[in-house]
């Protein structure tokens, strides 16, 4: 399996989303002959003509739009300036106010990295969280200690 025919199957539900062409299309073939990136083409079958795009190679030009005899081609929607959502990562949660901080899996791997888990805290509560840890270590120890360095 080459990368072309990879990249096909993996985006197999979003086929044709950007280039679009409605019923009137006849399959006449002007627009995959014309098209100067060689980003549409034709196959054959015993039953079915399959055209198909590649968007990596379209240069979104419009001159398939412009030649198709059937005014078949959808351009508009190869001009839409859209988001497409790619992940839904889990978030985790700033112990002190509830504040979203890193995702779940961001926390894995710095954990994976430092060999250690600490609380998550948020910008606004790092501060806090890290005097709070200092003064529990300082806790008990010598005076002549407390405020010098850790
Ligand atoms: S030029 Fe138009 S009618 Fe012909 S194959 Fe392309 S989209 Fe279909
Ligand atoms: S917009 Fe241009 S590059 Fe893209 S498919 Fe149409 S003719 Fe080809």
Not at 8 to 36: H, I, K, W
Not at 44 to 63: I, K, P, W
Request: proline share 3%; charged share 25%.
């Amino acid at each position: 399996m080459n990368q072309e025919e990879i990249t096909t199957e993996q985006t197999e539900s979003n086929v044709m989303r950007y280039f679009q062409v409605n019923d009137q299309c006849n399959g006449c073939l002007a627009c995959v002959q014309n098209c100067p990136a060689n980003a549409l083409r034709a196959e054959d079958s015993t039953a079915n003509r399959v055209l198909s795009h590649n968007m990596a190679r379209c240069a979104r030009c419009g001159n398939c739009y412009r030649i198709c005899p059937q005014k078949a081609i959808e351009f508009q929607f190869m001009l839409e300036n859209g988001w497409d959502e790619v992940k839904t990562l889990e978030m985790v949660y700033c112990s002190v106010c509830g504040d979203p901080v890193y995702t779940v899996d961001y926390r894995r791997t710095l954990s994976e990295k430092l060999g250690t888990q600490s609380e998550p805290t948020c910008s606004k509560h790092r501060d806090e969280v890290t005097r709070a840890a200092k003064a529990h270590f300082l806790k008990g120890r010598s005076p002549n200690m407390r405020g010098g360095a850790i």
